[in-house]
């Protein structure tokens, strides 16, 4: 799916626009301050601004909700997998931006996102992952991996260390075609944890075979692709939360506990 960055360009915005919005945001009152900052607009407008975007974007955004911000004038729409910001016709769009409660020093977009990032733990393709169970296996955990990503070598080691964990590792080769092969080799292993553990920790067995049925790993790669994940390590918490990229191990180890509560 085409993302909004993509489709919208900063050149598009009017500069009346902007000059609103800096009025709006220096007009705004201290009862507008809160973490969350979007709320549900009445169905009329919400139906007008989804219709205005979806005809200017030619269908090739879907609006799955718009609400409103602190800014008068100025609506949060949501698609499946991101947040940006209109104006009151629809027309006019703030795409790859940040709305910042500046007062509260709150960065209300960055909330509003990981809510819409949420995917549903048990909509994972979890029969095709590499299940590993270590102690009670209580902390559930699933991440999106691939063997030429460094990050993703360094954070492996990490979880292969974690006490009470159930981990669903998904192979995924998209930093570039050298890693599909990889994938293949590793799905069409007899062990396939141990092949893939092997390949992680930098092993290379390329005349192993690779012509297996491999349409597990396909739907893997879909599933990346509905869910617009696009870097790796991802790792998705059992309360949906994704964290993506190097994350400090402290904050990993209090989001993987809070999510398991």
């Known amino acids: 799916m085409p993302t909004v960055r993509k489709l919208l360009s900063w050149r598009g915005i009017l500069l009346s626009l902007v000059v609103h919005l800096m009025v709006a945001l220096s007009a705004s009152s201290k009862a507008h301050a809160q973490t969350d900052a979007s709320a549900p607009v009445a169905e009329a407008k919400a139906s007008q601004i989804r219709s205005s975007i979806e005809r200017n974007t030619k269908g090739k955004l879907v609006v799955r909700s718009v609400g409103t911000t602190p800014v008068a004038g100025v609506y949060a729409v949501e698609t499946p997998t991101e947040v940006f910001y209109v104006d009151s016709t629809g027309r006019y769009g703030f795409a790859g931006a940040a709305l910042i409660d500046m007062q509260n020093q709150v960065d209300l977009t960055a909330s509003h996102l990981e809510k819409v990032q949420r995917i549903k733990f048990d909509a994972l ?3 095709h992952a590499i299940k590993e169970v270590r102690g009670t296996g209580a902390r559930k955990l699933a991440v999106f991996e691939d063997p030429h990503c460094p990050i993703c070598k360094v954070f492996t080691k990490f979880i292969n260390q974690l006490d009470d964990v159930t981990v669903y590792k998904f192979p995924f080769p998209v930093i570039g075609p050298e890693s599909v092969p990889l994938a293949r080799i590793a799905w069409c292993a007899p ?12 092993q290379r067995h390329m005349g192993a075979r690779q012509d297996c049925d491999t349409s597990g790993l396909v739907e893997i790669i879909k599933t990346g692709e509905r ?15 994704r964290l993506v990229g190097a994350t400090p191990p402290e904050v990993f180890m209090s989001e993987l506990d809070n999510a398991s509560r």
């Open 191 to 202: 062990d396939r944890g141990a092949a893939w553990r092997a390949i992680m920790a930098g």
């Open 227 to 241: 869910y617009n994940i696009q870097n790796t390590p991802t790792v998705i918490l059992a309360n949906g939360k």
């Open 125 to 127: 393709p979890l029969a």
